[in-house]
């Protein structure tokens, strides 16, 4: 397998870097073997990047630019099962063309770790962010996690593979990536070292499972109604497992890197005696912290609840972190044609987790920032405007609302 | 062929939006060729359709006054090959740049040579992917360092003129698109040819790769039809289109004659095309069928 021939990081750095920097840089320091690509926005930045470090001698990897999308993921996938460590990507439509091989990959359990440089589907055709793209996958077993700073793409690119070949969990991993003003905008990113990085992401080992000449096994045979369920049940139950592997995987990267939220599910902003919780996931996280500050300066009980991890889904902490509020907005950066009442992808994933509760809080859909459209702090601030409303009336006079929208 | 009483020129072919394309790049060369050589021909707008896939060379629809189609990525010959089935007697020319037809695209381009569809696919080969920015593409020279191999390429690059030979398309000819005189005879050719006929275009992309340029091209070119060269033989065909150094040939590399698809597809036999028959089937009639079928 792929070493590293120059130590990119001896010592802990501060670099300026974009989002698709910081996962080219968390690649070479996880040592990743195996990485392929084909050129769409945004997903190319990280293609650039790493070739770069590969010119350089600075990251050697076997690299392979792929004639298609389909292609790419099909190479990753068989890397993952001879124990390569694997990366790749792609954004929107490309992310699509490739759903037959990203399919399998989930179930025949190949910790491939992809990113997904999230971009509106066609047509029309347009590079802007849109959450649709990596929403896809939301049914077939990849663990699916929305970042929102550089800093959090090369952090979560570690866990990402500690999780993903954990040998209890072994499922892949999609980094979903806003387009643009994440994958192309430049933060300060603390970089740590090789050493620490060693010391948190051990080898990849799929042990017994691992397609070898001395180890001669079957991958994907032919399973018909006699084994389909069982196999799917597996899956099932490892989704179930990895939770409890995402934390304690959490809880140690806290411990070496110094670094990390209270919960790696979910990140709460003002959340504890806020009346209106609005919840996102990504990048617009930015402009509804600053909304929900400004909020608060002139006494309104507002809070932000940050959706990390789509898959698994956070059920538990949701319910906990939203049953006190009065009434919840939810930001979807993506669309459900024809869904129950019409809304977002978010916003049915929460209401069905707010339903169980006794006591449940209204409920309001906002569809904004399709197609890479800024979502502005004072669309954030209608939007709470809108819930307290609804709060104060008990009256849902429009369940989802298109924000920022020209008749 | 349209028989027309007024004679229209490559100007009446110009669409309504300019080209968004870099100045200097190759695929002006192209767009006028295309105009020149149906304005030639006789035909007018609503007898040629264009159909492209992804790239800047697939933006070339929006820039011609006929039928168009701007398609999926590597898509543009599946969806010709639809338009020509429903409608054989309209002309299709197929426009594209290498990647789309030769990387994510090619197994269309295989198999529509192997059928011979009545197709005119006309490439912008730039031998690099321009649009996202200057990546490798399956035409990129072995060393070429771009910005996904600073390290220089290292794999061999296609030659479509020998595939599209070896995979059965009857009119095989490269051309280059600083030569429009020379390119828009070719198409001519190529659009009254009856078959699946490519032409390979060097296009020069002067944006993101300045190793195939034009001066490059203006260097090593040179013309079939300046020496002796019989289209009907395929291996010196083959053997000439292998050459890439100080010599690079264009011109038509190979003619040959065998049944089209629309020649062979027994409902194309008789009554016309597809799009303009009656569908002839009473509500009895469908309503039979549909029964029949749940």
């Known amino acids: 397998m792929a070493t590293v ?8 750095k501060e670099e300026l870097i974009s989002g698709s920097e910081a996962i080219g840089i968390a690649c070479a320091l996880a040592d990743v073997d195996v990485i392929t690509a084909y050129p769409i926005r945004p997903y190319d930045t990280v293609m650039q990047y790493v070739s770069r470090l590969k010119a350089d001698g600075a990251f050697d990897f076997d690299y392979i630019i792929a004639e298609s999308e389909h292609s790419q993921f099909e190479i990753v996938k068989h890397a993952s099962s001879v124990g390569a460590r694997t990366f790749t990507g792609s954004s929107g439509v490309g992310w699509f063309y490739a759903f037959e091989a990203i399919t399998v990959t989930a179930g025949l359990r190949m910790p491939v770790v992809a990113m997904v440089g999230n971009r509106a589907l066609d047509d029309p055709g347009a590079f802007g962010v849109e959450h649709n793209d990596a929403m896809a996958v939301r049914d077939l077993g990849w663990h699916l996690y929305w970042v929102a700073t550089a800093q959090e793409a090369l952090d979560m690119a570690l866990i990402a593979y500690k999780v993903a070949e954990d040998p209890r969990v072994l499922l892949p991993f999609a980094l979903s990536c806003d387009g643009s003003f994440l994958t192309h905008s430049q933060a300060i990113v603390q970089v740590p070292s090789q050493d620490q990085v060693d010391k948190f992401l051990p080898a990849y080992n799929r042990g017994s499972l691992q397609l070898h000449p001395d180890n001669p096994i ?3 045979p032919q399973a018909n109604e006699d084994w389909l369920m069982e196999i799917r049940k597996q899956t099932d139950e490892a989704m179930r497992r990895t939770p409890a592997v995402i934390k304690e995987v959490y809880a140690e990267f806290k411990e070496v890197f110094g670094r990390g939220d209270d919960s790696p599910f979910i990140e709460q902003y003002m959340c504890e005696d806020a009346d209106v919780i609005l919840v996102g996931m990504g990048t617009l996280a930015m402009p509804t912290r600053v909304a929900v500050r400004r909020m608060r300066e002139t006494g309104k009980k507002v809070g932000f609840l940050r959706v990390k991890f789509f898959r698994p889904f956070p059920t538990e902490e949701l319910q906990e972190a939203l049953k006190g509020a009065k009434g919840i907005a939810v930001i979807d950066r993506d669309y459900s044609y024809g869904s129950p009442g019409y809304g ?16 449940r809080p209204v409920m309001l859909n906002f569809i904004a920032g399709l197609g890479g459209r800024e979502v502005m702090v004072s669309d954030v601030e ?8 609804a709060i104060d009336t008990g009256k849902i006079d429009q369940e989802t609302t298109w924000v920022a929208v020209r008749e | 062929m349209a028989t027309t009483a007024i004679n229209l020129t490559a100007r009446d072919f110009k669409g309504k939006s300019d080209p968004d394309w870099c100045p200097g790049c190759g695929d002006f060369g192209v767009l006028n060729s295309i105009q020149r050589a149906v304005a030639e021909l006789g035909f007018r707008p609503h007898e040629i359709m264009t159909v492209s896939g992804i790239g800047c060379s697939s933006n070339l629809p929006g820039y011609i006054n006929t039928y168009g189609m701007h398609t999926l990525h590597g898509r543009s010959l599946p969806m010709a090959t639809g338009v020509k089935m429903a409608n054989h007697e309209m002309n299709v020319i197929v426009v594209g740049g290498d990647g789309d037809g030769y990387g994510i695209g090619g197994n269309h381009f295989t198999h529509t040579a192997r059928r011979n569809t009545d197709l005119t696919y006309v490439v912008m080969n730039n031998q690099i992917y321009g649009l996202t920015t200057g990546q490798i593409s399956p035409t990129s020279s072995i060393g070429m360092a771009t910005k996904s191999t600073p390290f220089g390429n290292v794999e061999q690059p296609i030659n479509p003129v ?14 280059y698109s600083g030569d429009v005189r020379h390119l828009s005879g070719i198409i001519q050719q190529a659009v009254r040819h009856k078959g699946f006929s490519i032409i390979d275009v060097f296009s020069p992309c002067v944006t993101f790769n300045l190793n195939n340029t034009h001066d490059f091209f203006k260097e090593r070119i040179k013309k079939l039809e300046d020496e002796e060269h019989n289209i009907s033989d395929w291996k010196t065909a083959c ?47 469908a309503h039979k069928i549909i029964t029949g079928m749940m």
Request: net charge negative.
């Open chain 2, 239 to 285: 053997e000439k289109a292998m050459l890439f150094g100080d010599t690079i040939y264009t011109g038509v590399f190979y003619e040959g004659e065998r049944p089209s698809l629309e020649d062979v597809e027994p409902v194309l036999k008789t009554g016309g095309p597809l799009s303009f028959r009656e569908l002839g089937l009473g509500k009895d009639e």
């Open chain 2, 162 to 175: 020998t595939s599209a030979i070896m995979n059965g398309a009857t009119f095989v000819a490269r051309a």
């Open chain 1, 5 to 12: 021939t120059t130590k990119l990081y001896q010592e802990p």
């Open chain 1, 382 to 389: 209608e939007m709470v405007e809108t819930t307290q409303k």
């Open chain 1, 344 to 359: 977002g992808v978010l916003f049915h994933e929460l209401r069905s987790t707010m339903y169980p509760l006794d006591e």
């Open chain 1, 218 to 220: 079957t991958v994907a």
